[in-house]
């Protein structure tokens, strides 16, 4: 990985990255090309699972396609697919992240969104407030103890600063007794993409 220190997506990887081990299960709500769907599949490993959700085609045969190139076993599911089995391997839905809930077999280790647009696609086609906050919402019940869900917001195309505060606000009305809350911003760019982090705090 890159180095720079402004990399916000890197940052937000190897965030991830700490806190995952191989045979874990790790969820990507956005799979778009495929990058942050592969820096999981790397990190849980051959025995693990990575479910990623992607609601344009276009995206999740460009994910196939770099996960395929890595030899990591792909399947691809309908909306509707039900719970998935619990086996190693990466599975791709074709379906709003809003459900996320209606498909995992396990609690996952980590869940990664990168928001906004599809780059090599229809810029129009964008995450959505309400829908986003549907699968913030169930991603922190669904997370396993000790396990980390990382956002990239962007707000830089049309509704991405409306979407952006209505991330801020439910990263920052997550109750500190349960949850560890983390910003990271390249200050003087404000237009640039920026980090938030939730740790969901194990029970003692
Ligand atoms: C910025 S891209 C994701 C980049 C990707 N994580 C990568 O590593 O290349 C955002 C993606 O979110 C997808 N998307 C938009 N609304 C969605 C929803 N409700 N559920 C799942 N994916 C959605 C878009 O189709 C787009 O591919």
Known sequence: MSKHLTRIVGW???LLAEKISNGQLAVDLTAGNGYDTLMLWRQVGPSGQVIAFDIQQEALTSTCLRLQEQQAPVRQWAEGSGVL???AGVDLIAAGHQ???TYLPGAPQAIVANLGYFPSGDKSITTLPKTTLQALSQSVEVLAPGGRLAVVVYTGHPGGEEEGRA???FFS???EVNFQVLQLRVLNRPDAPYLL???KRERK
């Open 85 to 87: 089995v619990a086996q």
């Open 99 to 101: 459900d996320l809930a």
């Open 173 to 175: 009305e997550l109750d």
């Open 12 to 14: 937000g990887h190897e």
């Open 197 to 199: 982090v939730a740790e």
């Open 167 to 169: 991330v801020d606000r």
